[in-house]
């Protein structure tokens, strides 16, 4: 029997044409370029003017597809992962599916916040493989800003808009996928809330909630800059493989001073972490794929050349993954 | 090595600073300009070393708050 792997084959990247720097954010809230610039990292991000989640994912996966024919018939699996779709249904996949035509593809949803995108890619390589179709989509896309709450200044500078969009192609005689390790800790959970929904019906009318972004600041640090290190190591160890021959680390881009954190807890210098996180700020599950896309077209990470990668991501649930890369 | 010293070390190591400029009245947020996520490091760093729980960043403002409050959690191990 014909053994197939799975590799990476396109990427892509969408971001509504509407970037807001620190300096805006002053004129809706007390806060400072300095304080969160020396904070975070972020100098800018995106944000919708009206852009739904399904519009960025739409034309994320259209400049993947655009990058490398393919046809769109061949197309079996899309999966968005996302902690804000337009609505609970139908879901973004299925609107993705239908704009693009993929008619012969199976399309859902993934809820894991901001490590969406890699619990993403760990589903669709597995289904790929036992799939009649040759591609699957993966997405990560977010429209952050209307679950922030704007009144919330220590939230609502973080975040930012965008969709990130991957193809996977199975074929004969190539791997990328070598080892994952992935985790979750729902005993945490309240330490990252957003979208909650009351129980509303004619036999209870609960307090309606907001919905908005919640988070314990510390909590996440911590459960960050213990929980990501480990779980990079852990990675590498089940892949055998040495972190020296590691090329590049992109870990989800919250924080640059998380970032820094880790690339010192791990002793590698930091030019090997990946960053770009000033111009987006935290797009949650669309972070790694946008950032994967432009180290791609940057010439930084380059598709088939064997390059050795890893994708670390952490976030509500709470959710954290790392996967080890032969791009 | 004394608790202060054991923090003075952690705080030297985290926030780049001379041994000099940590002494116990040290306020580091205000003298060592200490934000929050570096409050978060060193009180990462103190709850791995003294093996204690530190549940609020709350009130601890000097150097002597710190040592203070891990005196008092390893007096009540």
Partial sequence: ?327 | MTTFEQIQEIIVDQLDKEESEVQMDTNFRDELEADSLDLFQIINDIEDEFDIKIESEEGLNTVKDLVDYVEKQKEAK
């Fill in chain 1, 1 to 327: 029997m014909k053994t197939f792997g799975v590799t990476i084959h396109s990427t892509g990247k969408y971001v509504p044409d509407n970037s807001v720097y620190n300096e805006t954010l002053t004129q809706w809230m007390d806060t400072s370029d300095e304080w969160i610039r020396k904070r975070t990292g972020i100098k800018k991000r995106y944000l919708s003017k009206g852009e739904d989640t399904s519009d960025l994912c739409i034309k994320a996966s259209l400049d993947a597809l655009n990058k490398r024919r393919i046809d769109i018939s061949q197309i079996g699996l899309v999966i968005v992962a996302t902690m804000t779709p337009d609505s609970q249904s139908p879901s973004v996949s299925s609107k993705v599916q239908a704009a693009l035509k993929a008619n012969n593809a199976m399309a859902f949803d993934l809820s894991a916040a901001c490590s969406g995108f890699v619990y993403g890619l760990s589903a669709a390589e597995k289904m790929l493989r036992h799939m009649d179709h040759p591609y699957a989509l993966v997405i990560g896309g977010e429209v952050m800003s209307k679950t922030l709450d704007w009144n919330d200044r220590k939230t609502s500078v973080l975040f930012g808009d965008g969709a990130g969009a991957v193809i996977l192609k199975k074929e004969s005689g190539a791997e990328s996928f070598i080892a994952e390790d992935l985790h979750t800790d729902g005993e945490k959970g309240h330490a990252l809330v957003s979208g909650e929904q009351a129980v509303r019906n004619p036999l209870c009318e609960m307090n309606v909630k907001d919905g908005f972004l919640v988070m314990d600041g510390r909590a996440i640090f911590n459960f960050v800059t213990k929980s990501i290190p480990k779980s990079i190591e852990q990675v590498l160890k089940k892949g055998s493989a040495d972190i020296i021959d590691v090329d590049y680390f992109l870990l989800h881009q919250a924080n640059a001073r998380i970032i820094e954190i880790v690339s010192k807890k791990l002793d590698r210098p930091l030019s090997k972490f990946l960053m770009n996180i000033e111009n987006y700020g935290n797009t949650s599950a669309a972070s790694l794929p946008i950032l994967l896309d432009e180290s791609i077209e940057n010439g930084t990470i380059k598709l088939n050349s064997g390059q050795t990668i890893v994708l670390s991501a952490f976030g509500g649930g709470l959710t954290w993954g790392t996967l080890l890369i032969k791009i």
